[in-house]
């Protein structure tokens, strides 16, 4: 095959972010789960959004946030996920190519309105997520830009997005377009309820040596692997993919490349504002340091700053000049 002409293409959720600061008793006046993330449907998200304080509409979509972080370093990189024909939809392709990312799945005319998510921080700058995933979950393997996929290093999938069918059949195959073509694929878990209802298809994944780098949090890691001792989820993982990359909140990350173990701590934050995003952008660091030849030590290092950046702000998108934040790290 010829090499590369960019560095990730990613599928995931096309959403709009929406939101909005709250208090501890709203999250329990409304039966969330504080810090997690549940899906809603489009009357649960029209009642839920009547009741939120002002709000801020940013694009989001976990692994559009990585790509963003990526962009934003230099990357090249390519999105395939389905908005509708509707303003949100516009909105959110607007935002995605103004990045300098390859976006061209077409809108869907028929079905419901583009994705949003709605997310209430609270104080401690826990975000809760209530996520309406609208026409994103209905992106058909024909959708697929399997050429842009081919011509990619990495093919990055979104766990979120293996929830519904259509999108879980046409990640499938484009793990096999990426395979066929000799490129590496990566896969971020998402949540540990998307993989209470997924384990054995990501299991499968895993021992099938279909997955190259696999990002997960300490959470997700040993939710995977059913048991609460961190160390055995690891090593139960770590011998089956190129990469396991795990990300501790404030104690850091993990990082086992080809059975050797490296670690970093989290980069300083001198407020933290609000978590959504962290690890999308960790992701976002990380691979553009793989990409990049750099050592797996390295790779921790970018993608601790990235996410140190972005839980400095409301919102997943970075705000300030990643580039200048990460110094010679990408010299």
Known sequence: MPDPTLDVVA?????????????????????LTKGGMQLIDTDEAELLYAD??????VSGGSAANTLAGMAALGGKCGFIGQVFDDQLGAIFAHDIRTLGIRFETAAATDGPPTARCLIMVTPDAQRT???FLGASQF??????????IRAARILYLEG?????????AAMREAIAAARGAGREVAFTLSDAFVIDRHREDFLAL????????LFANEAEITSLAQTDDFEKAVARFASKLKILAVTRGPHGAIAIRDGARHECGAAPVAKVTDTTGAGDLFAAG????????????????????????????????????LKQLVGGFLD
């Open 11 to 31: 599928i995931g959720n096309a959403i709009v972010d929406v939101i909005s600061q709250e208090d501890d008793a709203f999250i329990a006046e409304h039966a």
């Open 52 to 57: 939120m304080g002002a709000a801020r509409e």
């Open 129 to 131: 997520m209530n996520t």
């Open 139 to 148: 992106l058909p393997a024909t959708a697929l830009d399997l050429d842009m």
């Open 160 to 168: 979120y997005l293996w929830d519904p069918e259509q999108p879980r």
């Open 206 to 213: 895993i021992d099938g040596r279909q997955i190259d780098i």
């Open 286 to 321: 990380f691979l553009t340091g793989y990409v990049r030849g750099k050592a797996p030590h390295e790779c921790l290092a970018l993608g601790a700053i990235c996410a140190a950046e972005v839980i400095s702000h409301y919102g997943a998108r970075p705000e300030a000049d």
